[in-house]
């Protein structure tokens, strides 16, 4: 199995990419040690964080092999090999940018393009995408996953935006194969409260592993 398809498998067995859109670089690594305690696996540093491409940097080199760290909040070919040359092992962006998704296969690094429809849910997958980051959640709800996966039952799904640890029960159960969680996971940090983090990382961890259990003896 390669990195590129191991880090996929680690994402997917895990259910839960952290979305971290901190104020400065020291918030966002408190985050990361934060989830990482709460059992996440991965950690999606946004180029909305001040200085992104070296706190990327920073935490491939602190937690290499303890948490996969991704980029996300990537709008272009070239912030994707910025990221890449910083160490990000995977990539996310808001939406489906053609030659991103190419830079990414070019490099064997999963790539995570948003999309909304199913025309750009089919084009990514004709591009390579494996995960398809089903954005902005909140537009449609969990409903948007069955209903996607109906024409395509092949798409892998991972909703962002609008998932909380009230309906992230309801996504997986839809359909999704992982979710993207951001402010509902780590708004406590604006306040210095970290632990807060870590015990809904866990109970994100929990919920998922949960409604994975009952599709399983549906």
Request: charged share 20%; proline share 5%; glycine share 8%.
């Amino acid at each position: 199995m390669t990195k590129k398809w191991e880090i996929i498998k680690k994402i997917m067995d895990s259910g839960l990419v952290v979305v971290v859109r901190a104020s400065n670089a020291d918030e966002a690594k408190k985050i990361t040690e934060a989830c990482l305690k709460g059992g996440a696996a991965a950690i999606e540093i946004t180029y909305t964080v001040p200085g992104a491409s070296q706190v990327i940097e920073e935490l491939v080199k602190e937690y290499q092999n303890e948490i996969i760290i991704g980029a996300g909040t990537v709008l272009d070919p070239e912030t994707a090999r910025i990221s890449l040359l910083s160490g990000a092992e995977y990539v996310v962006s808001p939406h489906l940018n053609e030659e991103t998704v190419s830079l990414c296969n070019r490099y064997q690094v999963p790539c995570m393009p948003g999309i909304m429809t199913i025309k750009d849910a089919v084009r990514a997958m004709e591009l390579g995408a494996d995960i398809l980051k089903v954005f902005p959640g909140e537009a449609f709800g969990p409903k948007i996953i069955k209903a996607m996966n109906g024409p395509l039952p092949q798409a892998n799904l991972m909703p962002t935006g609008g998932v909380n640890l009230d309906n992230v029960e309801e996504w997986i159960s839809a359909g999704a194969v992982s979710v993207g969680v951001g402010g509902s996971l780590t708004s406590s940090a604006k306040i210095g409260d970290y632990k807060t983090i870590t015990n809904l990382a866990s109970q994100f961890v929990h919920k998922i592993e949960e409604a994975r259990s009952l599709l399983k003896y549906a």
